[in-house]
């Protein structure tokens, strides 16, 4: 049910980008809060009993993300200097501004959340080296030790993979401690106690690319229970009710997510700066509105075009 967050990131984005997530639509989709830790906590429910042979699993995951990184790394360099032209700005000193946050945040602005690929990638392959030379429970703490004190001394001078990096770790890790345990009833019931009762008294959400508070009410060290119970909630949930959901297409995007995941974000931000060029009076809502019908117009035309047969190495296939 990958699809259901993809459709929370891309909402989520095209109201950040707008300014608009302090209003009640972009809150209330604060439920599925536990959306980017999810993706790395089912890539580990899928990872292998055993070793695999490093250099081979290595080549298969540069395929599967590095080269999809690169590729539309590139196409949001474009997009920034299209967007520079556009707003009669120096181009220059736009690439410079990329080359900049592409160190500090592992991703260059106008593709951001191609940081997800790196981490994702990093993590699987340096899981498999270490895996039989450290407890992983060990290697649990540690990664949870150190996202804590990135927290604490990094994140505010804007040094975001460190960060991204310890706690996609930990997910991963409990992802293969909890693929067929997250299912135990007593484990469920606690689950759901432990989400109800942070939900209601400090309900903690991070901002996981960075690893800062998106809220200053949270309590940093309560966001990984909050989210590993809602993770468990939720996959206990479409396993016993995702048919409902099979309706509304979810697993068609979910099928496609890749294309979708890292094309939202640049386009996005083309048809914003085209937008603000020629309107008069820019309204976010109404913009919003047209980054919905973009994606659901533009999306699917690359879904088909990014599955050709020439096109299809650059979303990993």
Same mark, same amino acid.
């Given at each position: ?11 989520? $984005? %095209? ?22 830790? *999810? ?61 900049? =946050? ?6 260059? $602005?106008?593709?951001?959340?191609? *940081? ?43 040094? %975001? ?45 991070? =901002?996981?690319?960075? &690893?800062?508070?998106?809220?200053? &009410?949270?309590?940093?060290?309560? *966001? ?30 979910? $099928? ?7 094309? $939202? *974000? ?8 085209? %937008? ?26 690359? =879904? ?14």
């Amino acid at each position: 049910m990958a699809g259901i967050f993809i459709v929370r990131i891309i909402l989520g $984005h %095209y109201m950040s980008l707008l300014h608009l997530n302090e209003s009640l639509l972009y809150r209330s989709m604060n439920i599925l809060f536990f959306f980017m830790p *999810w993706f790395f906590f089912k890539s580990g429910m899928f990872c292998s009993e055993q070793r695999k042979d490093v250099k081979p699993f290595l080549m298969s995951n540069a395929r599967k993300f590095l080269l999809p990184y690169v590729f539309f790394s590139i196409v949001g360099i474009v997009i920034a200097a299209s967007v520079a032209l556009i707003n009669e700005g120096s181009l220059p000193s736009t690439l410079l501004g990329e080359c900049k =946050t592409l160190v500090l945040k592992q991703a260059i $602005h106008f593709n951001a959340p191609l *940081w997800f690929l790196l981490s994702l990638c990093f993590v699987r392959v340096f899981f498999n080296c270490i895996r039989n030379a450290i407890n992983h429970y060990l290697l649990l703490g540690l990664s949870l030790l150190f996202a804590f004190l990135h927290y604490l001394f990094l994140a505010k001078h804007g040094l %975001y993979w460190p960060g991204n990096l310890c706690s996609g770790l930990a997910f991963y890790i409990l992802g293969t401690k909890l693929k067929n345990l997250q299912y135990n009833k007593k484990i469920v019931i606690s689950s759901l106690i432990v989400l109800v009762t942070i939900g209601i008294f400090r309900p903690t959400i991070v =901002t996981m690319y960075g &690893n800062f508070l998106l809220y200053e &009410n949270g309590i940093y060290l309560l *966001w990984y229970p909050f989210c590993l119970a809602g993770i468990i909630v939720f996959n206990n949930l479409i396993k016993h009710m995702g048919f409902i959901l099979e309706h509304f297409h979810f697993n068609d995007i979910g $099928h496609h997510s890749m294309i979708y995941y890292v094309l $939202h *974000w640049p386009i996005a931000l083309l048809i914003i700066a085209i %937008y603000q060029k020629i309107s008069a009076a820019p309204n976010n809502w109404e913009l919003l509105v047209y980054l919905c019908l973009s994606w659901l117009g533009l999306l699917p035309l690359m =879904t088909y075009v990014f599955n050709t047969k020439a096109m299809a190495r650059f979303i990993g296939k």
